[in-house]
């Protein structure tokens, strides 16, 4: 069941990652490890749910909302704590910067675990019943 737990998760957040890249942080320019990073791993994500007899509910939503949750927790930490990006930014990402920001950080965090998460566990679901 374990398994069955960490394959739910990383298919739906593949596809999350995904998205979220694309729409919020992708500034035009691709390089091998930009699509490697994000487009590919939404590919083999796609490749896997397909070809494995692993079966996907839609309630499991709960485990990926769960990961989120520990991330979002992990990230207003590491703010807390002084952590910067690579750019010396206060924030892991900009819609994360609890400092100046903090209605956007927020508002992201939860529209992630209760928008986000069951939206792309619908999604994984679908592919699911499509295979």
């Known amino acids: 069941k374990v398994e069955w737990v960490f394959f739910n998760v990383s298919i ?3 596809f999350v990652i995904t998205l979220i890249y694309y729409a919020f942080l992708f ?7 930009g699509v490697a990073k994000h487009a590919l791993n939404c590919v083999f994500a796609l490749i896997d749910i397909l070809l494995s007899g692993i079966p996907v509910l839609f309630l499991h939503f709960v485990h ?3 990961v989120a949750s ?10 807390a704590a ?3 990006n690579d750019d010396g930014d206060p924030y892991v990402y900009p819609f994360l910067d609890y400092g100046n ?3 956007v950080a927020v508002g992201f965090v939860v529209g992630s675990i209760l928008l986000l998460a069951p939206l792309f566990q619908a999604l994984t679901h679908g592919l699911y019943r499509l295979r």
């Not at 520990?70 to 703010?79: D, K, L, M, P």
């Open 27 to 33: 500034d035009g320019e691709q390089d091998f490890m």
């Open 82 to 84: 002084g952590g910067t």
């Open 12 to 14: 739906s957040q593949a």
């Open 70 to 79: 520990v991330y979002f927790v992990f990230t207003a930490i590491y703010w």
């Open 101 to 103: 920001s903090p209605y």
């Open 64 to 66: 990926l909302s769960l």
